[in-house]
């Protein structure tokens, strides 16, 4: 229910770029109070170690994938801000790596690369064929060895957890607890979606139901046991109509397509990590993104002040 009134309500007061962008900065605002938390009121655990960092959505992968999600928002945008306010975001997506690292997500860490990615080869912010070049080389290698070691605090949950990525890519070790408890839990849900294959159990059934009390932290096995094909094409139906709605749009339509195609890819990857189902702030994203696409689909005949007004 909560879902649904988020969706009547940003439908309809979200309806010019102004309003677009006070959702993206409150969001961001709230990213920003959670990252100084991190940073001053670090959490220990057990063993004294720094806690992974989950900001203000106490919630570490949850913390990281909003994140991502944010600076694909700001991505978008990017080019039409001033050179201020592109400045303030460079600044945001820099403070967000060190977030991102410290949050112990490898999923996170993947969809910050894709992030970059998109903001050098896209955004193109640097247009020196070399620098882009070694930027490039730079960022693959601090994907491996020297994230995990040096760019890390090695008091932490966080390092531990890339420590273990990084053993295991070596073959030093097999998979951990963790993985192995996921993998169950995946194995579960998708033995209970073969019971109830067309509606599955039920909202949150998996829950109660797995025999773990835990979430699958897989939104495609989840939607499989909780909802059935029903509610596993009608998700995936909704990331597609963002695709058609950017295609009917008549301004930006190709930054639009490109930005919701983006936006589908980061969906569908962070789904095998965690469940987004019932999550407030990606449906937040998601009733955004459609008021800003129909902000952009203009079905009538309108004076140019308004086009430049929507620009």
Not at 69 to 97: D, E, G, M
Not at 107 to 115: C, I, P, T, V
Not at 277 to 305: C, D
Request: proline share 1%; charged share 10%; hydrophobic share 55%.
């Amino acid at each position: 229910m909560m879902i649904f009134l988020l969706s009547y309500i940003l439908t309809r007061i979200v309806d010019n770029i102004k309003a677009f962008d006070m959702v993206l900065f409150g969001i961001t605002v709230g990213l920003l109070v959670g990252f100084v938390f991190n940073v001053f009121i670090p959490q220990l655990d057990e063993f004294g170690r720094t806690g992974r960092y989950a900001g203000t959505l106490g919630n570490a992968n949850l913390f990281s994938l909003m994140v991502n999600f944010c600076i694909s928002f700001l991505l978008q945008r990017y080019k039409l801000y001033s050179k201020f306010w592109r400045n303030l975001v460079l600044i945001f997506i820099v403070l967000a790596a060190h977030q991102v690292l410290m949050s112990g997500s490898k999923l996170g860490l993947l969809m910050y690369l894709f992030n970059i990615l998109y903001l050098i080869f896209y955004i193109r912010v640097i247009r020196n064929i070399t620098v882009l070049v070694f930027i490039s080389i730079l960022l693959i290698f601090l994907s491996g060895f020297f994230i995990s070691n040096f760019m890390v605090d090695n008091n932490s949950e966080a390092f531990v957890r890339f420590q273990y990525l990084q053993d295991v890519f070596a073959g030093n070790r097999s998979y951990s607890d963790s993985d192995l408890l996921r993998y169950n839990l995946a194995v579960k849900g998708w033995d209970m979606w073969t019971q109830q294959p067309l509606f599955g159990w039920g909202y949150g059934a998996f829950v109660y139901l797995g025999g773990y009390d835990l979430y699958s932290h897989n939104n495609m096995i989840e939607l499989l046991a909780n909802t059935g094909v029903i509610g596993f094409l009608l998700f995936h139906a909704a990331l597609i109509q963002l695709i058609i709605m950017a295609y009917r749009s008549d301004i930006y339509r190709k930054n639009n397509i490109i930005w919701t195609c983006y936006f589908a890819l980061m969906v569908i990857v962070s789904s095998f990590a965690i469940v987004l189902l019932g999550e407030k702030l990606f449906w937040l994203l998601y009733f955004t993104m459609v008021s800003y696409l129909n902000m952009h689909t203009i079905q009538r005949e309108i004076p140019a002040m308004t086009v430049h007004q929507l620009n």
